[in-house]
């Protein structure tokens, strides 16, 4: 609008210039005055915030980080300003995503890939984020266009597309391998990817692209009645997949879109989708940052403000081919990881002339998750008083069988039943 | 900007008439189809949504309230339409009163005062809510600002106060006094007040004018290290109030403002504010509407994902004067309540010839909290099987003591050590 007052004021500054009558030009003063005040009127609109180059520490008003800065003096984070190498991938940019989405630009997260195919709607006015002024706009491009004025320093990528579909899953695919923002990075081109779906089928296609990608997600979902909600951690090979442990509604036979009769439609609230959103994003920056413990499953009962968590193992019978690849890598990689999970521990153990450590400040400890029987060979003369090995030593390695990690048949039944009993409570 | 331009086209249209050049026009001319344009420009910028009458059911895109009023569908809530009726005080427009502020907007809250005295900050950004652009405007007044674009049918007040203050404390209480948007409710004008306040000082400001005003109130806190909170249930003469456990800093005599030095500031986190303003408000509606269990206390640690629960009795030696006469007050009111909790089973009970509730959909029990022992004058011979009488008949509260509620003298000592195994979590 700015460009359009200058050519106005110019054509007015000439206009002037070719009038003859003098009376003429008190009223074309006038309008030029009018016009310049119409100038301030946009200049007043909301200047945007300009970039930060580093994130500092200093505890000023006008410094967007410094609440975030803290958190190392506090003790929790050891390097907060890592967070900007970080690239995060939220999949649905509804009543969890868009608020998970908006919760990690303001933590001033390096990177966010949107994916979303719907418009924004008044009818998703009930829960936080979008505006009624947006109704209209795809969700990506809404939110992007907040986003940007809420935090500029975060890359933000918009890819307005259906996951489920082929073209959109091969756009989604090659999206989350792009390496640009960080080529030394290992792995995909993104560090975790956020569902934040509302349906089984984007699911599956989330855990598809992970499972053949072997990327790390972490899964969310609100109940139909809007009172329960739950977040989950999956690792390829290493936990359960989504298609290791199908939802109820899917193991009995039953087909979700029939669920979903005509001129029905689910509830929702804001306040079980943001702390839906709330604990997805705390335990994103908990797995990226490396504080706290990042929970294998955590459910929200909000009627009675139950918090159910369980673990669960990948099934061997699984039904995702990928899958069953990332379990046999997982299996074949023991052996490294218990040998660096013990190179580790003896790197932090004293050495003779070294300081000793008897402070464990951010409460690391190495669980062995080996059978322990028969294998005892801990040389705890060379431990300080308190401290024991968790691990035998390499030896006693050779000895341990490598197979697939064995899953209990109960498992399947056992997460029924407990799924079961959450929806009764 | 619109009436501006108006004038603007108003004034071009004159001195249009009164030019003597044919020449001259067309210079004109090219001026009013640029102002024009801008005007059009104008127009584009966003509309607001209209205020509508009443919250409908009907399930499409246009309406704003169709996933709430699906809360009845779901046999969630019985009523939520309800809701435009109550009033809520927040007190504190920060990280959590905002985002509380802002969930309870979109749910359609029928009005919302909010206090405070800050401004909004560039180093407020890394919570939820505030604008980049709002920098420098007061919380009170962005917050309206937001809200009012959110959902223009809620009745928003704003109070730009320092409620520690005298002239603040004063302005407070008038205003919840202030019965104009419901005069026939009973006690005072709001129908809860949330405590989002940031230090102990403003706490105990909200403590003395609920328990003056026998107004119960929800308290809400986020450690100074970001990573956990909690919220609390207070209702004055039934539950502890703020002053009858004061937080272990003031007990041990410690004067909070030496806590903070110079230049050092509080980390926060907007996942663990919302998540807090999530629960908040959860409890809030659970409260308001009447499902589920509103939480007496619930707190939230975020590195483990442990959320800790406890219940508080008030203590006869408080040092709040209006708390003592609140617990009077509740235990000389204790007849009646168990007369009123009897008389409510006995309608609920079948009658000869009406139609038996063999379902209890909402799962409400009442429960006794009078001394069983020797009062088992049921009469089971009148129920149909399966039910009994959980409270004694009217014959028995004659022999019941009306005597205050008694206090375990340990209670405070167990509610010190449960706060110490929290903290040290």
Not at 80 to 85: F, H, L, Q
Not at 122 to 144: C, E, H, S, W
Not at 162 to 177: A, C, P, R, Y
Not at 259 to 279: D, F, H, N, Q, Y
Request: proline share 5%.
């Amino acid at each position: 609008m700015e460009v359009e007052i200058k050519q106005l004021l110019a054509d007015l500054q000439s206009l002037d210039q070719s009038l003859p009558d003098p009376s003429l030009h008190a009223s074309l003063h006038k309008i030029q005055s009018r016009v310049e005040h119409l100038a301030n009127l946009v200049k007043a609109e909301p200047v945007r915030r300009s970039k930060v180059q580093d994130m500092s520490t200093e505890v000023v008003d006008s410094n967007p980080y410094s609440r975030l800065m803290a958190l190392q003096r506090m003790g929790i984070v050891e390097n907060y300003e890592r967070i900007r190498d970080f690239s995060i991938a939220i999949v649905g940019v509804g009543g969890v995503g868009s608020v998970a989405a908006e919760m990690l630009t303001r933590c001033g997260i390096g990177r966010l890939l949107l994916y979303d195919y719907d418009k924004v709607e008044l009818a998703n006015m009930n829960r936080l984020f979008f505006r009624p002024d947006q109704v209209g706009m795809t969700k990506t491009d809404a939110a992007v266009e907040t986003l940007s004025d809420i935090n500029p320093d975060v890359v933000l990528e918009s890819y307005t597309l259906n996951i489920t579909t082929v073209e959109g899953f091969e756009t989604f695919m090659s999206s989350l391998k792009n390496k640009s923002f960080r080529p030394s990075k290992q792995g995909s081109g993104v560090d975790l990817v956020l569902s934040c779906v509302d349906n089984y089928e984007a699911r599956m296609a989330v855990n598809q692209a992970c499972n053949e990608l072997s990327q790390t997600w972490l899964e969310s979902g609100v109940s139909e009645d809007a009172v329960s909600g739950h977040i989950q951690l999956l690792i390829p090979g290493e936990t359960a997949c989504f298609a290791c442990a199908p939802p109820l509604v899917v193991a009995s036979g039953v087909d979700e879109r029939t669920l979903k009769r005509e001129g029905v439609c689910a509830a929702s609230l804001p306040t079980t989708m943001g702390v839906i959103a709330g604990l997805l994003v705390q335990n994103t920056l908990k797995f990226l940052l490396g504080f706290g413990q990042v929970s294998p499953y955590l459910g929200y009962n909000s009627l009675k403000d139950f918090f159910p968590t369980m673990q669960m193992k990948p099934n061997p019978q699984c039904s995702n081919v990928a899958c069953l690849t990332r379990q046999e890598e997982y299996a074949l990689a023991k052996p490294e990881r218990d040998a660096a999970a013990k190179a580790k521990l003896e790197a932090e153990l004293p050495t003779e002339e070294g300081p000793l450590h008897d402070d464990n400040e951010w409460n690391i400890s190495v669980v062995d998750d080996s059978e322990p029987e028969g294998l005892d060979t801990r040389s705890s003369d060379a431990l300080p008083e308190g401290l024991t090995h968790e691990l035998p030593t390499a030896d006693a390695f050779q000895k341990l069988p490598t197979d697939a990690p064995v899953t209990d048949n109960d498992d399947l039944e056992d997460l029924r039943k407990q799924l079961e009993a959450i929806n009764s409570a």
